[in-house]
């Protein structure tokens, strides 16, 4: 009898495959004190490292203890994650919020818990994994389409009863705007409920950073949800969910991705709490962020963004990962975005701004990318 192939020696010619692409991806730890400046990260404000939001935490952890033990429907959900809740709620116009421990899990909770077997989901091509993974997830009958006149046609064609449209507010790879006030109208008239994913636009966009849908007056609206990380400007870690107090408490009994996940640690909700805090006492540091988003640009040759997001597409995935590679030699780090993040041909750098970037490290950066992208420009 031959014997079996390993059920894992696939996995040799996949990694093989990927690294004749120049699409593999490998860990690149940093230490505590690393030199150089971060342009790849998400801490849009620079709270993660603010002195008041770190004594949020530690206050944090000294009252609750390192983790929150257990799920929030059992000793998870501490008076801090409901003080949080509320907090967020207000800052950002709407009647309620539930904390969920990432991002991603409020995206899997929201899209899931509010569609199901017998409804549409119409979903933006462009939008993040993680709404993606939530459609798949939802066992609803999935539209995918690239502009509101799309969405009209998905959602005039349907027989579904429930319909949901999904989008992120800022696209995460190119900081683009989604045209909310356009989908909304789309929705209205169709009787479908609008979820908007406001990872990149809380802290950035809006008055005060309050958010793409305050922008557009849409805040608080009752056929609209949002969901927003804690983990970016907020500079904290974990997700949210935000909309009318029905939705929340459906969501306490529907959402699988809250009910059997373990809470949020009591070390995030007080740095996020700290941070949400910060920021409403400093509601100039959504400016800061987009003036520095406009100096990158300049240095890179690309138009100024709506968002803190800076995308400088170079094409091959080779080059792109060259470019960053260089970039990092020269003490500045930044994104590199390759497929399947991106569509063939369009790997990119992707800078992401800092509203406390100094003019000395912006000069800095102008002369590394003077040297880094003329080189690529020329091929």
């Excluded at 008076?79 to 899997?108: K, P």
Aim: charged share 20%; glycine share 10%.
């Amino acid at each position: 009898m031959e014997s079996a192939t390993h059920p894992l020696a696939w996995l040799a010619d996949h990694a093989a495959a990927r690294r004749a692409a120049g699409l593999r991806r490998e860990l690149a730890p940093r230490a505590a004190d690393e030199p150089g400046i971060d342009l790849a990260g998400n801490d849009y404000l620079g709270l993660s490292s603010d002195r008041r939001v770190i004594a949020g935490a530690v206050d944090a952890v000294r009252a609750w203890g390192a983790g929150s033990t257990g799920s929030r429907l059992v000793t998870g959900s501490t008076t801090l994650h409901a003080e949080l809740e509320r907090e967020l709620a207000a800052f950002c116009g709407s009647a309620a919020a539930l904390v969920f421990s990432s991002g991603y899990a409020a995206n899997l909770g929201v899209v899931t818990a509010l569609s199901g077997s017998g409804s549409l989901v119409v979903s933006d091509a462009a939008n993040h994994a993680s709404l993606v993974d939530a459609c798949r997830l939802s066992r609803a009958r999935i539209a995918v389409v690239t502009d509101p006149a799309g969405v009209d046609a998905a959602l005039a064609a349907r027989t579904e009863e429930r319909a949901l449209v999904v989008t992120d507010s800022v696209n995460s790879v190119d900081g683009g705007l989604a045209p909310l006030r356009e989908l909304h109208a789309v929705c209205r008239a169709r009787g479908a409920l609008l979820v908007v994913d406001e990872a990149h636009g809380l802290g950035v966009c809006g008055p005060g950073g309050r958010g793409l849908l305050a922008a557009v007056g849409l805040a608080g609206a009752d056929d609209v949800v949002a969901t927003v990380t804690l983990s970016k400007a907020l500079g904290s870690q974990g997700g949210a969910v935000l909309g009318p107090s029905a939705v929340i408490a459906h969501l306490v009994d529907s959402a699988r991705s809250f009910i059997f996940d373990t809470g949020l640690a009591p070390a995030s909700v007080g740095a996020a709490l700290a941070a949400l805090r910060v920021l409403g006492a400093e509601p100039g540091r959504p400016a800061a962020a987009l003036r520095v988003a406009a100096e990158l640009a300049a240095a890179a040759g690309v138009p100024a963004p709506p968002s803190a997001v800076v995308s400088v597409v170079l094409g091959e995935p080779e080059r792109a990962f060259a470019a960053a590679r260089r970039c990092a030699e020269l003490g500045v780090r930044v994104g590199c975005f390759r497929p399947p993040s991106v569509p063939a041909g369009t790997s990119r750098l992707r800078l992401t701004a800092r509203a406390t970037v100094t003019d000395a490290e912006l000069a800095r950066v102008r002369a590394v990318l003077a040297d880094v992208l003329a080189p690529a420009a020329a091929r």
